[in-house]
């Protein structure tokens, strides 16, 4: 496995990349004696249903505050995290901390995590996060395990297999980042998926790239016709939302709606959301009448 493994990120070792691979090994280096109880914690962004103005989950985003270097880029320490295996053991603690906070969101609220090609490798692995969600309080329906291509490439078989553990749990499947990595339109029929979130590189090109926008109609329709929901990441601006809009995209994620937010701001977040309905609902009564 360790060899596939680098295969997918042997690009890490070409010269002019000399300076990053320092950078992650000194990262790789300061994750590996973190303190995660204390150094790491987690984030929580809305993906919002625009049809029916509420949200439709919180994605977890785990977040490394490091004594030595201050805030590390996840796409960093993750990458880091991953190469030396230490990401299994992240991913569980994540896990744990997310569910607990989940479990007492409103119940059509689900949570979103994310899992690396490391925690899905084996069957071991996989049995020991569904301990973990049945040790949650959650009811697993309620979760989301977003997986990217490029965790599929190593051993796509097992891959398949982990997912469909976590599927038969009541769990539901995520591609993520779609559309970048190694995409293939046969993993739409080959996974148990439930989702597709198409990379957020196809919404920042969308106004100026005529190609992008094609890409994102054409996939929204697939998606609908596959009965899978389909999540537009990176929505930035107002342009792009009423753009997402106008092509029938219905779940949305991006700074425009909110940044990813600590868990207090979370509580807040839905406990306004939840003013906002009631206000609309009376509204709606008063209106019959
Ligand atoms: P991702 O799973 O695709 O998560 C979405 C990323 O896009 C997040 O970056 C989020 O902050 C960012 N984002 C959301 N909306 C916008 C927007 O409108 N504009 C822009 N420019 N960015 C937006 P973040 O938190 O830096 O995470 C980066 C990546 O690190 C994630 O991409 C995911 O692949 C990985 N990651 C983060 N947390 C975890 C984790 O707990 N486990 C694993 N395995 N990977 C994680
Ligand atoms: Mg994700
Ligand atoms: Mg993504
Ligand atoms: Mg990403």
Redesign the pocket.
């Known amino acids: 496995f360790a060899k596939q493994f680098h295969k997918g990120t042997a690009v890490l070792f070409e010269p002019e990349h000399e300076v990053e691979i320092c950078q992650l090994a000194r990262v790789e280096q300061l994750l590996r004696r973190a303190d995660l109880s204390k150094e790491m914690y ?2 929580f ?1 809305p993906i919002t249903d625009i049809r029916l103005g509420h949200t439709h989950a919180f ?5 490394w505050q490091s004594p030595e270097l201050g805030p590390v ?3 960093l320490f ?1 990458q880091a ?2 190469r030396s295996g230490f ?1 299994v053991e ?2 569980r603690q ?1 896990v744990r901390r ?1 569910l607990q906070h989940a479990h007492s969101w409103p119940k059509h609220m689900r949570v979103s ?4 090609a490391r ?1 899905i490798a084996s069957m071991d692995a996989v049995d020991a996060l569904i301990r973990i969600v049945r040790e949650s309080l959650i009811d697993p329906r309620r979760i989301d395990f ?1 997986i ?1 291509e490029t965790a599929l490439v190593c051993d796509f078989d097992q891959a398949r297999a982990a997912l469909t553990k976590f599927a038969a749990l009541g769990a539901r499947i995520a591609l ?2 779609f559309g970048t990595g190694h995409s293939s339109l046969s993993h739409l029929q080959l996974l148990p998926l439930d989702k597709l ?1 198409i ?2 590189s196809f ?2 090109n969308m106004e100026t790239d005529r190609a992008s926008q094609d890409i994102i109609r054409a996939l929204i329709l697939l998606c609908r016709s596959m009965k899978i929901d389909c999540i537009l ?4 601006t107002e342009s792009q939302l009423k753009m997402v809009r106008d092509m029938g995209g219905r779940l949305v ?5 909110a ?2 937010m600590s868990i207090s701001d979370v509580t807040a977040y839905i406990t306004d959301e939840q003013q906002r309905t009631n206000r609309t609902a009376s509204a709606n009564r008063a209106a019959d009448r």
Do not use: M
């Open positions: 987690v984030e962004q994605e977890a985003l785990a977040r880029a996840p796409n993750i995290a991953e990401i992240l991913t994540l997310t995590i994310n899992l690396s925690d977003e990217t993520d980042d979130k990379d957020s919404i920042a990441e990176g929505v930035e994620q991006g700074f425009h709606i940044r990813p």
